[in-house]
């Protein structure tokens, strides 16, 4: 479905992708984790043609995304919908607005069935009826809701997800994390998980990849990554810094 | 001292370089995508109602004070009834649109280097092409189509305006005679005038728009890049301006030679 090799990526001086390479297949949710900073969501904006490596490849469906001009991108872009870890909700427009935004991009005209699907997708990320509202009117992690919303709305076959649940409260989280797991079980939708909660990534994950020093350092299935001896990765899960007081 | 001149020569045309990318772009967006011309339209409404204000006062005053000027000038000499063709003349071909277009470049330029610099360092803008949208569909095109229509428009205004403050000056406050004033205003002031003033403002608007956008699209570093973009586009746009206009001058000359019509 989607597969990155050896991508490497500097900003300036700083490299902060040398060599990921992993693969997510059809249907699966692959958990994308690693400490702040470490590249999580640059990789996510490379999958979708965001940003273009230095070198290295992206394929999706087989078919190499990483030499093609802005606009040949739009059928890949349509294929797979992105949560940005920021929301990037369009400031100028309403939730309602927002949220009829990819729809009418994809072709629907028809008003009716537009707020339809708008309602049903603010009911699913718990925020019925807040069509009227400006996006400068809500807190952070509605927000981000709504950005889930706008994500999903348009029913892509991919979804990757830039932290969805930070900054949520824990009931809230979960009701995302159980959202995640129902579009995967029931509309078999392939996704990537970015997250730093180890919550979310043992409800929703069939594997994960941690990013380390600019490598996936680790890729397999949770249970392995969980019991792993590795220090960095036990240092990771249990979130210990090597400080001392 | 040499290799400063070089080093500014350099960038100066990496500039142009980058604006003429974008200029390009757009040009092939009006072919390849729709236009999206309700978002166009609001624009137009945006740039025109932003500058309804500025204009005005700018080719009612300036049309004022110029013919006030020729006037105490040109009283010595009995020539005062030909102050509303040389102001005219004036207006038309260089102050009306070099004054408009430094204004524009002032409200609209800047509030288009804010807007898509915002977008930008908030992600919109990757959130629009993650939608499968051209960030030049979506956000310059609309604005050089209404800028390419509301410029002339507004250039014709303040033409206007400083067409009637000069007369009003003149012909009550000063007492021209009425009849040599706008005879002399018949005879001298021709249609070619008024195309150069019409040509001077679309070509500058063009400048603003793609200066301005240029400057908002390649913003980075988040609130302290949205704040250096508006006044960046501002004074590179009124400097183009300038610069062009002191072109436009000759090449006009050429095409739609002063004093035949
Ligand atoms: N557009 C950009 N320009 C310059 N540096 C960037 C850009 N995007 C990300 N970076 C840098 O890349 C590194 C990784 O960022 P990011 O992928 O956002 O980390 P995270 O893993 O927390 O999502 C950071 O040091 C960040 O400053
Ligand atoms: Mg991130």
């Known amino acids: ?245 | 001292m040499f290799t400063a001149i070089g080093r500014n020569t350099f960038s100066f045309l990496g500039y142009a370089g980058e604006v003429a990318q974008l200029f390009r772009d757009t040009v092939i967006s009006m072919f390849v995508a729709p236009i999206r011309w309700r978002l166009a339209f609001q624009q137009i409404v945006e740039i025109g109602a932003r500058s309804q204000l500025v204009v005005i006062v700018t080719g009612a005053f300036t049309g004022a004070v110029f013919a006030a000027q020729l006037f105490f000038q040109l009283r010595g000499f009995g020539m005062e009834s030909t102050v509303g063709s040389v102001t005219a003349v004036a207006m038309f071909r260089e102050l009306a649109p070099a004054l408009t277009g430094l204004m524009v470049a002032g409200r609209v330029g800047a509030a288009i280097a804010a807007e898509i610099g915002t977008m930008k360092v908030t992600e919109q803008i990757d959130a629009l092409r993650s939608l499968g949208v051209h960030p030049t569909d979506y956000l310059v095109v609309p604005r050089t189509i209404a800028m390419m229509i509301s410029m002339p428009l507004l250039v014709g205004e303040a033409c206007m305006l400083s067409l009637i403050s000069a007369y009003l000056v003149s012909v009550p406050l000063l007492g021209v005679s009425e009849p040599h004033y706008l005879r002399n205003l018949y005879q001298w002031v021709t249609l070619f005038d008024v195309y150069k003033a019409l040509i001077k403002g679309f070509l500058f608007g063009i400048i603003i728009v793609f200066v301005a956008s240029h400057e908002g699209l390649k913003t980075t570093n988040g609130a302290a890049g949205v704040g250096k973009a508006p006044t960046e586009a501002v004074v590179i746009s009124s400097l183009a301006i300038l610069a062009a206009n002191f072109i436009l001058t000759f090449l006009l000359n050429i095409f739609l030679p002063a004093g035949s019509s």
Do not use: W
């Open chain 1, 1 to 245: 479905m989607i597969e990155t090799r050896d991508l490497s990526k500097s900003f300036g001086p700083v490299q902060v992708l040398r060599s990921v390479s992993f693969s997510l297949h059809d249907g699966e949710t692959l958990v994308v984790m690693g400490r702040s900073g470490c590249g999580k969501s640059v990789v996510l904006k490379h999958l979708i043609g965001l940003m273009k490596p230095d070198s290295g490849d992206v394929l999706v469906d087989g078919e190499s995304i990483v030499g093609l001009p802005e606009r040949k991108l739009t059928d890949v872009r349509r294929k797979i919908g992105m949560l940005f870890q920021s929301a990037a909700l369009f400031d100028s427009m309403s939730v309602g607005e927002n949220l009829a935004f990819p729809l009418r991009e994809q072709g629907v005209h028809d008003e009716k069935e537009i707020n339809t699907r708008i309602a049903e997708a603010l009911e699913m990320v718990d925020l019925p009826g807040e069509e009227e509202k400006m996006p400068a009117d809500l807190s952070g992690g509605m927000r981000k809701r709504v950005g889930l919303a706008r994500t999903i709305i348009g029913r892509p076959r991919v979804i990757l997800y830039d932290e969805p649940t930070t900054g949520l409260d824990p009931v809230t989280s979960d009701s995302i994390n159980h959202l995640i797991r129902r579009l995967q079980r029931r509309l078999r939708v392939t996704s990537i998980v970015v997250t730093h909660d180890m919550k979310t990534a043992f409800h929703c994950a069939d594997r994960v990849t941690f990013l380390h020093e600019g490598r996936a350092h680790f890729t397999g299935p949770i249970a392995e990554f969980r019991d792993s001896t590795d220090p960095v990765l036990a240092d990771f899960i249990q979130g210990r810094s090597g400080d001392t007081d």
